[in-house]
């Protein structure tokens, strides 16, 4: 059981490239996340999907796109790398339901020079 | 804006003393509170959980005090052991949508 897996674990890009980062899980959720984590900020959320189909902005949306393929998959997409998206992202999955546990996976350090 | 307040930023305590983080909230809607912990280079991973119609829940070492009124809860870790040393989060969710906010989080660091 894999859980919550993130490719890739490390990437560096240089500004005004593109990337997207990829999130699988296989504990059948409903409700994926990505967030962004920096020092002293916490988690932050960017994007989520409540279910297969649909998206909603979080927090801190500008800069990034989101797909959510299918019940599995929630991708994270940077159009156009900035030195401000310098940060570790990381996506999740829960059920729907309110008091259940969000699953995270490792974690995917991005740097943009 | 952040819906979910923590505090401190880091916290150094001895061996075997009492750890405790503190969170507010804004957001009355909020009805499940978990606290995540993490270590570096992983994920974070759900430690303990609380729902607003308790005001304590106690799990080994770590317990959760909640206060309704005050819209404030806290972590506290007894007996910390430096196997504790790890980034703590509070978070909150509501029954109205999924979304998971979470607290700025607290580095936790314990001597030996």
């Known amino acids: 059981n894999a859980g919550v897996t993130q490719t890739p674990k490390f990437q560096v890009l240089k500004t005004g490239q593109s990337m997207t980062l990829q999130c699988a899980q296989d504990?059948?959720?409903?409700?994926m996340y990505w967030y962004r984590q920096d020092p002293g900020m916490g988690l932050r959320l960017i994007y989520y999907?409540?279910?297969?189909?649909?998206?909603d902005k979080g927090e801190v949306p500008n800069g990034y796109n989101v797909s959510r393929l299918n019940k599995r998959e929630f991708s994270l997409r940077l159009e156009s790398a900035a030195p401000s998206q310098t940060s570790v992202y990381f996506c999740?999955?829960?059920?729907?339901?309110?008091?259940?546990?969000?699953?995270f996976g490792q974690g995917t350090r991005l740097t943009v020079v | 804006q952040q819906q979910v307040k923590q505090s401190p930023q880091s916290l150094i305590v001895q061996k075997g003393g009492i750890s405790i983080i503190n969170c507010a909230y804004e957001n009355t809607a909020f009805d499940y509170f978990p606290w995540y912990q993490q270590f570096p280079g992983k994920g974070p991973a759900l430690l303990i959980a609380i729902r607003p119609d308790v005001s304590e829940k106690k799990e080994g070492r770590f317990t959760i005090s909640f206060n309704k009124s005050a819209k404030q809860f806290s972590l506290h870790i007894m007996d910390s052991q430096p196997g504790d040393s790890a980034t703590y989060f509070c978070a909150a969710r509501g029954t109205s949508g999924s979304r998971l906010t979470f607290g700025e989080g607290t580095q936790l660091t314990v001597n030996p």
């Open positions: 504990m059948n959720h409903n409700s």
């Open positions: 999907s409540a279910s297969e189909g649909t998206t």
């Open positions: 999740a999955s829960s059920d729907r339901r309110s008091n259940t546990e969000a699953f």
